[in-house]
């Protein structure tokens, strides 16, 4: 049984930082690409990062770059997304995704993932 598990979510401050962490089972770990999507009330869920699973690929969404970094751990199958300078509009659902055989040009593709978590709430206020 395949399970991705999300945490780190909360309430945070504009310009502060989280991290999130999402951790696997039941899969190869190192022979799947992951990604963070996230989906704010009332928007469609959109990318935000991914990390592929043989070149180490990164690409992030425009609002995410220079403040989101993506990474890995395989010895715990977890993946993590550290936020920094978070904004009120980063407010979300954050969402990890998981898929094999994925192509670089697929990587920003929700479609193309096989496995999703339930999500964790990031909220930003004061």
Same mark, same amino acid.
């Given at each position: 049984?395949?399970q991705l598990v999300e945490s780190g979510g909360g309430l945070?401050?504009? &310009?502060? @930082?989280? !991290?999130? %962490?999402?951790?696997? @089972?039941?899969? @190869? +770990?190192? /022979?799947? =690409? $992951?990604?963070? +999507? /996230?989906?704010?009330? #009332? *928007?469609? /869920?959109? +990318?935000?990062? =991914?990390? %592929?699973? /043989?070149? #180490?690929?990164?690409?992030?969404?425009?609002?995410?770059? &220079? !403040?989101?970094?993506? @990474?890995?751990?395989?010895?715990?199958?977890?993946? +993590?997304?550290? $936020? *920094?300078?978070?904004?009120?509009?980063?407010?979300?659902?954050?969402?990890?995704?998981?898929?094999?055989r994925i192509i670089m040009s697929q990587l920003r593709s929700q479609s193309a993932y096989?496995?999703?978590?339930? &999500?964790?709430?990031?909220?930003? %206020? %004061?």
């Open positions: 049984q395949v945070v401050q504009p &310009g502060g @930082s989280l !991290r999130l %962490s999402c951790e696997a @089972s039941g899969i @190869s +770990f190192t /022979r799947y =690409a $992951m990604a963070w +999507f /996230r989906q704010a009330p #009332g *928007n469609e /869920r959109e +990318f935000v990062a =991914a990390i %592929s699973q /043989r070149t #180490g690929s990164i690409p992030y969404a425009d609002f995410a770059k &220079g !403040r989101f970094t993506i @990474s890995k751990d395989n010895a715990k199958n977890t993946v +993590f997304l550290q $936020m *920094n300078n978070l904004k009120p509009e980063d407010t979300a659902v954050y969402y990890c995704a998981g898929g094999a096989d496995y999703w978590g339930v &999500g964790t709430q990031v909220t930003v %206020s %004061s």
